[in-house]
């Protein structure tokens, strides 16, 4: 079992940056690769970011490409997700996500969020124009 607790997320106006963090607590954290999600209302769950159990690989979403950075320090087990020039479609509930199996080799791989075993709660990012 994994817990996963985000923070960070808050009020920002258009152009800012925010950046989160997930603890994770539980079973060994470096087995698990990472993800980040983000859910609008009435819309879809969202694929934002993973990152491999090392840090080596990457992978973004079309959307976030360029302007967010996904890193881990598995010394302190935490993930985090730095959000530069956001924007107010960026406003949603942005959820950290723990996955036993490897990400994979290709984006749409890694973006399949039904292969993520735990999930956190969610913290809110609000972006103002």
């Known amino acids: 079992q994994v817990q996963l607790v985000e923070s960070g997320g808050g009020l920002v106006q258009a152009g800012g940056s925010l950046r989160l963090s997930c603890a994770a607590s539980g079973r060994t954290f470096s087995n698990y690769a990472m993800g980040w999600f983000r859910q609008a209302p009435w819309t879809e769950r969202e694929f934002v970011a993973a990152i491999n159990w090392s840090g080596g690989s990457t992978y973004y979403g079309d959307s976030v490409k360029g302007r967010f950075t996904i890193s881990r320090d598995n010394a302190k087990n935490m993930v985090f997700l730095q959000m530069n020039s956001l924007k107010p479609e960026d406003t949603a509930v942005y959820y950290c996500?723990?996955?036993?199996?490897?990400?994979?080799?290709?984006?749409?791989?890694?973006?399949?969020?039904?292969?993520?075993?735990?999930w956190g709660q969610g913290t809110q990012v609000t972006v103002s124009s």
């Open positions: 996500a723990a996955r036993l199996t490897g990400l994979g080799t290709t984006t749409q791989a890694a973006s399949v969020s039904g292969r993520y075993n735990y």
